[in-house]
């Protein structure tokens, strides 16, 4: 039997997640291996904690009584950068350089990300297209349909049953890959 642990390794920083007897949250530490610093955070709720480059993703759960996960995007000394709501149950969490997968059995999210720093004349290009077709997007994994044009996200459709589900997510930075049941 293996423990469950939720550790990443982003920027030269080990990020991982312990509970203590005395606090409901978890304990998060962001360990900087090159100067062997410390930084630590209690995290309510903790489901994962994934990472890639400089940037790590805590997922939790909104609050109890809300059906709701938070991604919330950090740096490599817990510093919360951004973050979205999403309706759906994260199971499966995946991210590249600039963005974050989430799946639950049924869908999967996507998000593109983005953290200040200088922009060069392709990227702000790049921006000013995504700003048009949207950051978030939401896919049932059965319907090839489900990239919403208009820009708005329909959470509902992550939730129509599927007769094969999502058993898990890995991208690069031009590939995503979605197992599902049946291989």
Not at 81 to 103: E, G, Q, R, W
């Amino acid at each position: 039997i293996r423990p469950d642990y939720k550790w990443g390794y982003c920027s030269n920083t080990v990020v991982y997640a312990y509970t203590r007897p005395d606090r409901l949250e978890y304990c998060v530490v962001f360990w900087d291996t090159k100067n062997n610093e410390k930084y630590v955070k209690y995290v309510r709720s903790l489901i994962s904690i994934t990472t890639c480059g400089d940037f790590c993703i805590l997922a939790t759960k909104a609050d109890e009584s809300s059906p709701q996960y938070v991604l919330v995007l950090c740096n490599s000394i817990g510093t919360p950068l951004d973050s979205k709501y999403i309706d759906i149950d994260p199971l499966f969490i995946t991210m590249t350089k600039t963005h974050v997968i989430v799946a639950s059995k049924e869908a999967f999210y996507t998000w593109q990300y983005r953290v200040a720093k200088k922009l060069t004349a392709m990227e702000i290009n790049q921006v000013a297209r995504t700003r048009k077709e949207g950051r978030e997007r939401i896919y049932h994994v059965d319907d090839e349909s489900s990239v919403g044009g208009d820009g708005t996200l329909d959470f509902s459709k992550a939730f129509s049953t599927t007769k094969d589900a999502i058993c898990c997510i890995t991208a690069s930075d031009k590939i995503l890959i979605v197992g599902r049941e049946s291989g």
